[in-house]
């Protein structure tokens, strides 16, 4: 299938690894030039070179903190005209919830809340103005069903998928959707530290530690960043113009949820 956005520009943020690399892949597929960004620069150069090689298409590397007003606004003046926006910035770390204080909380919400919100006010009123956008925002499966250690997460995303809710709605008329994708466990170097963290407590090997964490999830596997990457580029295509405000789960039904 054509999704119909050859030659559409995108930033995809944190994306030099991980789930943004794969979103970032999925739209080259689509012939959709890049702005992509992380903050290791020789990585992310070497990401950036890949995708031109594979895809052909253009691709601007931005090494910045996204999590920054220096970094969004380094980002932003490299960025030029953005048709495509998908959100992404690493997680904020596991606790107890007697651990976290104000200024934890201020560190989650701006990189998880506020650095999201920051870049669709930046970006979306000249999509409004051209007739056409898409924003993506990468959230958490925790956002349908918290995960407790996550808490600092849970409460940033929640707050992000609020300001969607109402957001999208109020700029619908225009051409520009917006929705958030949640993924549950993905095979990225996130979920390697994870199970590296799980061998550690258990005094069991890391194999051992992934094999009884697959072993209990619903598909008997992760995802992996192309699948998630392909759920992105369809929320970022002509066909899905009718999709908006949404929370789409990429979790391999691991949320147990009807609706
Ligand atoms: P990952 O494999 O660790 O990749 C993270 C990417 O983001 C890297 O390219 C990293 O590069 C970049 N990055 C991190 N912080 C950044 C910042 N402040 N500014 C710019 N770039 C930044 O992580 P992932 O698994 O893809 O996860 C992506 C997001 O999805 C995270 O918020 C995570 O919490 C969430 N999530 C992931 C899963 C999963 O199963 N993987 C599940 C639920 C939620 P640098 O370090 O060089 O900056």
């Known amino acids: 299938m054509d999704f119909g956005i050859k030659g559409k520009r995108a930033l995809v943020c944190a994306s030099s690894k991980g789930l943004g690399r794969g979103c970032a892949e999925a739209l080259a597929g689509e012939g959709v030039n890049l702005v992509i960004n992380s903050r290791t620069a020789d990585v992310l150069e070497r990401t950036a070179q890949e995708i031109r090689d594979q895809y052909g298409v253009e691709v601007i590397a931005v090494a910045a903190d996204i999590t920054t007003e220096e970094g969004r606004a380094k980002v932003l003046e490299a960025a030029g005209q953005i048709d495509?926006?998908?959100?992404?910035?690493?997680?904020?770390?596991?606790?107890?919830?007697?651990?976290?204080?104000?200024?934890?909380?201020?560190?989650?919400?701006?990189?998880?809340?506020?650095?999201?919100?920051?870049?669709?006010?930046?970006?979306?009123?000249?999509?409004?103005?051209?007739?056409?956008?898409?924003?993506?925002?990468?959230?958490?499966?925790?956002?349908?069903?918290?995960?407790?250690?996550?808490?600092?997460?849970?409460?940033?995303?929640?707050?992000?998928?609020?300001?969607?809710?109402?957001?999208?709605?109020?700029?619908?008329?225009?051409?520009?959707?917006?929705?958030?994708?949640?993924?549950?466990?993905?095979?990225?170097?996130?979920?390697?530290?994870?199970?590296?963290?799980?061998?550690?407590?258990?005094?069991?090997?890391?194999?051992?530690?992934?094999?009884?964490?697959?072993a209990g999830s619903v598909m008997g596997r992760d995802g992996t960043q192309d699948e998630f990457g392909a759920a992105c580029a369809f929320l970022c295509s002509t066909q899905a113009a009718f999709i908006t405000g949404q929370n789409l789960l990429a979790d391999g039904g691991e949320v147990n949820l009807t609706m």
């Open 84 to 214: 495509i926006l998908v959100n992404n910035a690493g997680g904020p770390p596991p606790g107890v919830w007697t651990d976290w204080d104000r200024d934890d909380f201020i560190k989650a919400l701006d990189a998880n809340m506020l650095t999201p919100i920051a870049l669709i006010k930046a970006l979306v009123p000249a999509m409004m103005e051209r007739g056409w956008g898409r924003v993506v925002n990468i959230t958490s499966r925790a956002v349908r069903a918290p995960l407790a250690p996550l808490g600092l997460s849970n409460s940033a995303r929640a707050g992000l998928t609020g300001y969607v809710a109402g957001t999208s709605r109020q700029i619908a008329k225009s051409g520009v959707t917006m929705n958030n994708l949640l993924p549950g466990m993905h095979d990225t170097d996130r979920v390697k530290s994870l199970d590296e963290n799980a061998a550690k407590a258990q005094g069991i090997s890391f194999d051992e530690a992934r094999a009884k964490r697959i």
